[in-house]
T-cell receptor, first 115, second 117 residues
Framework: AQTVTQSQPEMSVQEAETVTLSCTYDTSESDYYLFWYKQPPSRQMILVIRQEAYKQQNATENRFSVNFQKAAKSFSLKISDSQLGDAAMYFCARPATSGTYKYIFGTGTRLKVLA | KAGVTQTPRYLIKTRGQQVTLSCSPI?????VSWYQQTPGQGLQFLFEYFSETQRNKGNFPGRFSGRQFSNSRSEMNVSTLELGDSALYLC????????????????FGPGTRLLVL
């Protein structure tokens, strides 16, 4: 089965604090990409960060970083120094390797940032 | 490089009508995928076009169709609109190289919000 699971429908974080969003996935592939996308309310879905599975080093983009555990098929997103503009829906995703899908998306985690 | 663009951004239609949405991918990208996003169903894959050919198709009725032009621009059409077709329709583009399906990075457009009355 091709699944991506985000077990936290909603999370809250205080401004300037750190928050971690969880994602687990299923795959039989050894070489693949994983993605976190951000979708602010009524705004465009943008790519936050990408992890290449063959790279052991965790990807980092400014305040965003991942904790990639390949054996555990876990791919969490850490947001440091949270800002009000980080409030959004966050989707974890990976390309599908079979079937009638392009990407397999998680159900999303809504992040609220408290001032 | 310009991002993915979609037109129109908003549409209001009535049941039974048809609608055509347009998507222009990032320059150089040959793959265009369409998704339907609703609060209840989340993101659902409609279809993918690559080099003017449908390469992949999700589980949607035949009322949903698409095409791709030689310049990689894509259109999707929904005929005989139903209330349940009200959604945000997202287009995403990627380079689309063969043999690297599990390494493709998609970039999304702003979406077209369709309301069916």
């Amino acid at each position: 089965a091709q699944t991506v699971t985000q077990s936290q429908p909603e999370m809250s974080v205080q401004e300037a604090e750190t928050v971690t969003l969880s994602c687990t996935y299923d795959t039989s592939e050894s070489d693949y990409y994983l993605f976190w996308y951000k979708q602010p309310p009524s705004r465009q879905m943008i790519l936050v960060i990408r992890q290449e599975a063959y790279k052991q080093q965790n990807a980092t983009e400014n305040r965003f970083s991942v904790n990639f555990q390949k054996a555990a098929k876990s791919f969490s997103l850490k947001i440091s120094d949270s800002q009000l503009g980080d409030a959004a829906m966050y989707f974890c995703a990976r390309p599908a390797t079979s079937g009638t899908y392009k990407y397999i998306f998680g159900t999303g985690t809504r992040l609220k940032v408290l001032a | 490089k310009a991002g993915v663009t979609q037109t129109p951004r908003y549409l209001i239609k009535t049941r039974g009508q048809q609608v055509t949405l347009s998507c222009s991918p990032i320059s150089g990208h040959r793959s265009v995928s369409w998704y339907q996003q609703t609060p209840g169903q989340g993101l659902q894959f409609l279809f993918e076009y690559f080099s003017e050919t449908q390469r992949n198709k999700g589980n949607f009725p035949g009322r949903f169709s698409g095409r791709q032009f030689s310049n990689s621009r894509s259109e999707m059409n929904v005929s005989t609109l139903e209330l349940g077709d009200s959604a945000l329709y997202l287009c995403a583009s990627s380079a689309g190289a063969f043999g690297q399906r599990n390494q493709e990075t998609q970039y999304f457009g702003p979406g077209t919000r369709l309301l069916v009355l």
